[in-house]
């Protein structure tokens, strides 16, 4: 194994979730296929064709029950930024709920926000 490429969220909506992923994070569309009634719709933040997000409605009663808390409790995931204040503040002006603001740690400059559904995302800045 080399690398980690897609991982999956699991949602109530795609649309919704497109929608807050493109228009409050910044992410672009990396693929959006339909087969059938099947959606295969992939997010991934601009400048990175590593890791892409796999952007999944929930269909069984399993997958609803997941929807928002995947990572129980935890970050789902964390996204680096070369400027924490900077995306803050954009992401802040376009409605993203944080829950604090950003905090300068020994590890970097980092705060934890959420999506839509209540999925914990840290953004993190390595430190100087």
């Known amino acids: 194994m080399q690398k980690l490429t897609v991982f999956k969220v699991f949602v109530a909506d795609q649309e919704e979730a497109l929608r807050f992923y493109t228009g409050k994070l910044g992410f672009e569309v990396a693929e959006d296929r339909r087969m059938g009634d099947y959606r295969w719709l992939l997010v991934r933040p601009p400048d990175n064709r590593e890791v892409s997000l796999n952007v999944e409605t929930a269909r069984t009663r399993a997958e609803i029950q997941l929807v928002g ?25 376009r409605g993203v709920e944080f829950e604090s603001e950003p905090k300068v740690m020994p590890y970097g400059t980092g705060v934890m926000m959420r999506d839509l559904y209540g999925n914990r995302i840290y953004l993190n800045q390595d430190p100087a």
């Open 69 to 93: 808390r995947q990572a129980a409790g935890q970050p789902l995931f964390s996204l680096s930024t070369d400027n924490c204040l900077r995306d803050y503040a954009a992401m802040n002006g």
